[in-house]
């Protein structure tokens, strides 16, 4: 039996699957870390501790390889995009990893969005004016930090980092290098406007490579820690939204991937760059010929937490000896459509697409004195789905109609919720059998660098089992009268997003 392994190096921790040469899960490790949030809007991580989750994620699966009747074919790493690590001439950091979801940079996101420049760059590079942008946080570094910014020789993502520490290669492979606001969509090369505007150059940032290409000769140091042969082949692979298409079987056109986990994203991929006039959406190249379009938003399961945190009573829980989430989940089976005439919009970590403004703060409207705390629950649920739809449509209006959308992520665990997804977006809902999607589109990718598959179509009998849900015509009518109020209320409150959101951050010094 030959082997492949597939890592995925994500906000929390990091994941590496043993697969066998059909893709088929052998063994899994998964290794955490910590997300620093000592000052306002910070959300950094120690490099070390993700090198040395990576190492031990790979050495444990691979320990479970028996290479002596069979070999391993490569690795593939999948990792989460948007980080920045500041190096010196050496190329040892000189900073924590500054992960996407830090928002220090949303003053110079602001500055560029009311600079022609912010909207030229955008249409060249499909990324989004945002602090979570590569872009934006160099803007801010400048500005803001300049001898550090100054005292920098070189810049990366994780990712990249990552190879350089077990080949001593400098690359960045085409997905990540795109989601940067640094690259150029057309040519897949740095953009000299975008690197003028962040003061930075070519030779400061690694050299872009295809997601198939592949790294060999593992330095000796690193060769140990992970426990793998020298000669073994790294893939370069994708960013881990990418791979999670590749992974569930979403890589045509008529078919949207949707994950709600922490956060959410609504994804498509494409045959050719699709730019929103609207600039609500992404556009990211994953490699030669394929790109992926869609919208990742900040507030998912976590916002369902936070609610059930909150709403659901204590005693009730202890009454019932169920988890708090069995409870809120027959709670909500119990609130009819529209929640009795609640809306709830979940902005309670401001939110990426559609709206880019990370000052968006989350409100009940329509409150009244009918409505009970499972109504509030529904209606979380709700707006967390209706917020996960404007982004859908506003992909459905670009790419076409879909046959279909493929689900994955932690509200797969609750029957109501999957089929409140269907009845919200009008359209047949898939939920695959859960396993790490983006670790198995990593492994897809490595098959086709490899000459295994000739494109990254994944085979239908490795998505497993999936549960089906269509539409209620009778639900589908109420969220057709509730969903438009949910976006114009949205609309009215946003100009007193920054006003509230000022108030707060002055208060909460």
């Known amino acids: 039996m030959n082997y492949l392994i597939g890592v995925d190096i994500g906000t929390s921790s990091t994941k590496a699957v043993l697969y066998d040469q059909d893709a088929r899960v052998i063994d899994q490790a998964n290794y955490g870390y910590e997300l620093h949030r000592n000052a306002a809007g910070m959300a950094e991580q120690e490099p070390e501790e993700i090198i040395n989750a990576a190492e031990q994620a790979i050495h444990e699966v691979a320990a479970k390889a028996n290479l002596s009747k069979g070999k391993l074919l490569a690795v593939s790493i999948s990792s989460a995009n948007q980080s920045l690590l500041l190096l010196d001439k050496n190329k040892k950091p000189i900073s924590r990893l500054i992960t996407w979801a830090d928002s220090r940079a949303q003053r110079a996101a602001d500055n560029l969005k009311m600079m022609t420049e912010g909207q030229q760059l955008y249409m060249k590079t499909g990324t989004p004016v945002h602090p979570m942008s590569t872009l934006t946080k160099l803007l801010w570094l400048k500005k803001d930090e300049p001898e550090l910014f100054n005292r920098t020789a070189y810049f990366a993502d994780i990712k990249a ?6 080949f001593n290669e400098f690359r960045v492979d085409m997905s990540i290098a795109s989601c940067t606001g640094l690259m150029n969509l057309k040519t897949c090369q740095w953009d000299d406007q975008a690197l003028t505007l962040a003061g930075v150059t070519k030779d400061q940032l690694p050299e ?6 592949q790294a060999h000769g593992l ?9 793998v042969p020298a000669d073994t082949p790294f893939i370069y692979g994708a960013y881990d939204g990418a791979l999670s298409n590749i992974g569930v079987g979403a890589t045509k056109q008529n078919t949207v991937a949707i994950t709600i986990g922490t956060s959410a994203a609504v994804r498509v991929v494409t045959d050719h760059p699709v730019i929103d006039p609207e600039r609500r959406l992404f556009c990211y190249a994953i490699s030669k010929g394929q790109w992926v379009v869609g919208g990742p938003l900040n507030n998912g399961g976590d916002v369902y937490q936070w609610a059930v ?3 659901v009573d204590s005693s009730a829980v202890k009454n019932e000896n169920v988890d708090p989430y069995t409870l809120a989940n027959h709670v909500i089976e119990g609130v009819p459509a529209g929640a009795h005439g609640l809306l709830f919009h979940p902005f309670l970590g401001g939110e990426r697409a559609p709206l880019w403004n990370a000052k968006a703060r989350g409100s009940f409207f329509g409150l009244s004195q009918i409505h009970t705390r499972a109504d509030m629950l529904r209606a979380v649920m709700e707006g967390i789905s ?13 790419v076409g109609e879909p046959a279909s959308v493929t689900a994955t992520g932690g509200f797969a665990r609750s029957e109501v919720w999957r089929q409140m997804l269907a009845d919200i977006l009008n359209c047949p809902v898939n939920i695959p059998d859960s396993f790490e999607s983006g670790c198995l589109g990593a492994a897809i990718m490595a098959m086709k660098s490899l000459g295994m598959i000739d494109s990254l179509e994944i085979p239908k009998q490795l998505i ?5 849900y269509q539409p209620d015509p009778a639900a589908v009518k109420v969220y057709q009268r509730y969903t438009p109020l949910f976006k114009q209320v949205e609309e009215m409150l946003s100009p007193a997003y920054s006003e509230i959101a000022n108030l707060q951050e002055r208060q909460n010094k």
């Open 386 to 398: 209706m917020n996960i739809a404007t982004v859908f449509q506003a992909v459905r209006a670009l």
């Open 309 to 311: 945190e909150h709403l």
């Open 161 to 166: 980092y990552l190879f350089y520490r077990l």
């Open 219 to 227: 330095v000796p140091e690193a060769q140990a820690k992970l426990g």
């Open 208 to 213: 872009i490579v295809d997601g198939t290409t």
């Open 464 to 468: 497993g089992n999936v549960s089906s």
